[in-house]
């Protein structure tokens, strides 16, 4: 049988501890101006809880996400096809991926966050990350203001450097 591995137990711990400590710095902070300007810090709080509604939503859905995500993306597929033995294979994954990726970025952030943790390359999430930034629904309408040939080296431009960015940033992040 395996025993946990103390450092990874403890730093787990910490950072359960840290959550908790920053709840209670935001409360006592709350509690403090309550105290020298009840109007204002309601009206704060106030915004804060319609800002937590607007988020709930988001934050389950980046939650079904991850739970699908550990349900059927196993870790041997990570390795296997995004992993550090990838190679051209796994490139072509991530950037393929980034361009078909919908919604907003931050629900991107938890779930390649996780495939990390499975063995996912740096390299592939930067590369994954920057490739966002071709949007095949958006194409047409920039042919139609710029022209096909600034559309095509564009995109290009945008594939080609959303693969050094994460060359470069596996590079850095090494170092």
Same mark, same amino acid.
């Given at each position: 049988m395996n025993k946990p591995d103390i450092k990874q137990t403890s730093s787990k711990?910490?950072?359960?501890?840290?959550?908790?400590?920053f709840l209670l710095l935001v409360i006592f902070i709350y509690l403090l101006l309550f105290l020298f300007d009840p109007a204002r810090t309601g009206a704060a709080l106030q915004f804060s809880l319609s800002m937590l509604k607007k988020l709930l939503p988001i934050l389950a859905l980046v939650s079904c996400f991850i739970f699908l995500n550990n349900?059927? *993306? #196993? !870790?041997?597929?990570?390795?296997?096809? @995004?992993?550090?033995?990838?190679?051209?294979?796994?490139?072509?994954?991530?950037?393929?991926?980034?361009?078909?990726?919908?919604?907003?970025?931050?629900?991107?952030?938890?779930?390649?966050?996780?495939?990390?943790?499975?063995?996912?390359?740096?390299?592939?999430?930067?590369?994954?990350?920057?490739?966002?930034? *071709? #949007? !095949?629904?958006?194409?047409?309408?920039? @042919?139609?203001?710029?022209?096909?040939?600034?559309?095509?080296?564009?995109v290009v431009y945008l594939i080609i450097f959303s693969v050094l960015n994460g060359f470069v940033t596996e590079r850095l992040m090494r170092h």
């Open positions: 711990n910490e950072s359960v501890w840290g959550v908790y400590l349900l059927l *993306v #196993k !870790p041997s597929w990570v390795k296997n096809h @995004v992993g550090e033995g990838s190679g051209w294979k796994g490139v072509f994954i991530a950037v393929i991926g980034g361009i078909l990726s919908m919604g907003p970025i931050y629900v991107w952030y938890g779930v390649l966050h996780d495939l990390q943790k499975k063995g996912m390359r740096t390299s592939l999430v930067a590369s994954f990350l920057y490739a966002r930034s *071709v #949007k !095949p629904q958006l194409l047409p309408l920039m @042919v139609y203001y710029f022209g096909w040939v600034y559309a095509l080296v564009l």
